[in-house]
Every structure is written in C-alpha cells, then in structure tokens.
C-alpha cells in the first residue's frame, strides 16, 4: 500500500468490495473490476468521474467533508468505515522544526569591528 495516497487506496479497496447489484444497478455477466467502476462511484456521489479519479490517484487529498460523506453514502461505509475515510483525508500536520537556540555571547561584543 502506498502510504502517501492511503485516501485513494481506501477508496479503491471499498469500491472493490460494492456489488453493482446493492446500487441497483443490474450485474453484467463480465465485468472488468470486481465491484463499482470508477463512474458508477461517482454517479452515485454525485461528483465528476474526473473528480472522483483525481482522489483515487492522490492528485486531490483534501476533499471536503459533504464530499467525503457523498462517497460514504455511495459505497455504503457504516459509522465506523464513515469516520476512517474521514480520518484519512484530514491533512497530516508536519513536525514542526525545533529552532536551535542562539546562543548569548558572554563579552557583550557584537563580533563587529568598531
């Protein structure tokens, strides 16, 4: 699993998971994916499939919540899978550098000739 696109991989593995049949939608006899294509997903969650695509490949990582949501309705998340594709796409925040302390010059000289 790529850990910097967990978003996308999530999305993927949930939308693997969908039957076409639970959307309504009639399940052909061949099917290149095992669950919801791409542009169903994003039927059902009301976005463009580009859109939907972009999340997946990790091009767009911060969805906003009605966003996030939509999907969840879409595949079908319960609270719990809900709250982790949430968690997943709240940005990370980055440490924080400790800024070295400068050190106090014991003369009192600026190190500057007069």
Same mark, same amino acid.
Request: aromatic letters at 2%.
């Given at each position: ?16 998971? !969908?039957?076409?049949?639970? *959307?309504?939608?009639p399940?052909p006899?061949?099917?290149? &994916? ?6 169903? &997903?994003?039927?059902? !969650?009301?976005?463009s499939?580009d ?10 990582? *911060?969805?906003?919540?009605? &966003?996030?949501?939509?999907l ?13 594709? *949430?968690? +997943?796409?709240? /940005?990370? /925040?980055? /440490?924080? +550098? !400790?800024?070295?302390?400068? /050190?106090?010059?014991?003369?009192g000289?600026?190190? +500057? !000739?007069?």
């Amino acid at each position: 699993m790529d850990n910097g696109n967990r978003l996308g991989e999530y999305l993927r593995a949930r939308r693997d998971l !969908a039957r076409p049949e639970d *959307h309504g939608m009639p399940a052909p006899g061949r099917r290149r &994916v095992a669950g919801l294509r791409r542009e169903e &997903v994003a039927m059902l !969650a009301g976005l463009s499939t580009d859109y939907y695509i972009r999340l997946e490949q990790g091009r767009q990582r *911060h969805p906003s919540p009605q &966003v996030l949501d939509a999907l969840a309705d879409a595949l079908r998340l319960d609270e719990e899978a809900s709250a982790h594709l *949430h968690g +997943l796409a709240r /940005p990370t /925040p980055r /440490p924080r +550098l !400790a800024r070295r302390p400068v /050190p106090a010059s014991s003369s009192g000289q600026t190190g +500057l !000739a007069d």
